[in-house]
């Protein structure tokens, strides 16, 4: 009767260390998005406002003279381990990669040598 006991008890505790270990990748890539170092308003270094919201979307601000001429929507990809990020301009696609120098401000590169440095407002 001990042995039988202890062998069930010991299934069940395989099972639940087992089924602990497991997670639905759709909740990691949202809890990735939420806390992405990039979410938030970034300043380039030609005076135009970027803002990245944790839901995957955006607004570009073209610097005039106020930030409220003109607006530009797009939806974005980023991923903090490699740091490819893709924008979507409704339908025109760009692919582009990112280079954090600390928490407010990073190098945004467009091709494999220009870049924008991007300060957090």
């Not at 490819?84 to 494999?112: A, C, H, M, P």
């Amino acid at each position: 009767m001990n042995k039988k006991l202890f062998n069930i008890i010991g299934i069940l505790l395989l099972s639940m260390v087992a089924f602990s270990f497991t997670a639905c990748s759709e909740d990691d890539e949202d809890n990735a998005a939420k806390s992405s170092k990039l979410v938030g308003r970034w300043e380039d270094s030609y005076g135009d406002m970027w803002e990245f919201k944790a839901n995957g979307t955006g607004i570009f601000y073209e610097y005039y003279d106020t930030y409220d001429e003109e607006r530009e929507p797009f939806t974005y990809e980023y991923s903090d381990k490699t740091g490819k990020l893709i924008l979507d301009w409704g339908g025109d696609v760009e692919y582009t990669s990112i280079q954090f120098i600390n928490k407010d401000s990073f190098r945004w590169y467009w091709d494999d040598e220009d870049y924008c440095l991007m300060i957090r407002k």
